[in-house]
């Protein structure tokens, strides 16, 4: 008989859940649709494809339709008005290891890395309004305008400035980094930062 939650005593961290059942398939997601992506793309359909792929055609897809230890789900549709709450973009929950929310930010024009930052972006971690009962957070930068390496630079730039502790650059996978704040609660949040690059050469 198949054990429901065979993954409880493999792995070692929820640092490897995340890393394998998070940013893995959201990396090879990333794959399947950059073809797909333009300078006008609007931020909501790539995060709805991102999900639709992660949840049909990655690694995890079968937790999530099989064994059901998976769950993703993404923000509501554009149509919602100013009433709805503010939810993160993307949001998985592992069963009996953790919840994970992501926000993401497009980078498309001169000012929006500093809203990557902003109240509305990295801003809803450190403020608790994101995540005030887990230690970890995720921040997806869709680059469709500009020089990945100066997007990445600038960015780490303004990261620096928000309550940050510590800092991770290189953590396995190209155009990422991990950070470390302080937030006004009884526990930092440790946020890890993919830049997904989808300006067309």
Not at 41 to 51: H, Q, V
């Amino acid at each position: 008989m198949e054990m429901l939650y065979p993954f409880t005593s493999i792995l070692k961290s929820k640092e490897e859940a995340i890393e394998e059942w998070i940013l893995t398939p959201l990396i090879e997601t990333y794959g399947i649709i950059k073809k797909d992506i333009y300078s006008n793309t609007r931020e909501n359909k790539i995060t709805w494809m991102l999900a639709y792929n992660v949840k049909h055609k990655s690694s995890i897809s079968k937790k999530i339709y099989k064994q059901h230890i998976i769950d993703v789900s993404c923000r509501p549709k554009e149509d919602s008005d100013e009433n709805t709450p503010n939810e993160p973009d993307i949001k998985f929950f592992i069963s009996h290891i953790c919840a994970f929310w992501i926000e993401a930010k497009r980078i498309y024009e001169n000012g929006t890395v500093s809203d990557y930052c902003g109240e509305s972006g990295l801003g809803r971690f450190l403020s608790g309004y994101y995540s005030a009962k887990e230690d970890y957070g995720g921040m997806i930068a869709y680059i469709q305008e500009g020089r990945i390496s100066e997007v990445q630079k600038n960015i780490i730039e303004e990261v620096n400035k928000c309550a940050y502790m510590k800092m991770k650059e290189n953590i396995g996978v190209d155009n990422s980094f991990f950070s470390t704040h302080k937030r006004n609660l009884n526990r930092g949040i440790k946020i890890y930062h993919l830049l997904f690059d989808f300006v067309q050469h």
